[in-house]
């Protein structure tokens, strides 16, 4: 055997090396991918499943607001039905507010002093002029 046979079988026996190398590496890479290919299977049923419940999901809520906001403006006519009662009763409190300061006034000055010797006085004074005249 001369030189360039020996080569050209080293270069044969690394070619055949690199082939097998290369053919495990893509059976390898083919092992991967099926199961990559199985997981977004898996992922696509699930979102299609979630898309599904999501779909039945917004119909409910769609008819929950639809309930809310009917709810919602009803609440709003009844308290724009209550709202002159409650003005109503702020007026009544402010007259019973007023009531009371004018009875505080008046038995103020009824109980005074002064008022007392004026009623006094003036009854007195309407003692003497009766005899006076009679």
Do not use: C, Y
Not at 95 to 105: I, K, Q
Not at 111 to 119: D, F
């Amino acid at each position: 055997m001369s030189g360039g046979e020996i080569a050209g079988l080293i270069a044969a026996g690394a070619l055949l090396i690199l082939v097998i190398f290369i053919s495990i590496f893509l059976m390898r890479i083919t092992k991967v991918m099926k199961n990559v290919e199985k997981t977004v299977d898996g992922v696509n049923q699930s979102l299609n499943t979630v898309t599904k419940d999501v779909d039945v999901l917004s119909s409910e809520v769609e008819g929950l607001l639809v309930k809310s906001n009917t709810l919602l403006d009803d609440v709003n006519g009844k308290v724009a039905n209550l709202d002159p009662v409650f003005k109503a009763m702020g007026e009544l409190g402010t007259s019973v507010s007023d009531l009371n300061t004018s009875s505080r006034n008046l038995a103020s000055k009824i109980t005074s002093p002064k008022t007392v010797r004026n009623t006094m006085a003036t009854r007195v004074a309407r003692a003497v002029l009766r005899k006076n005249k009679s």
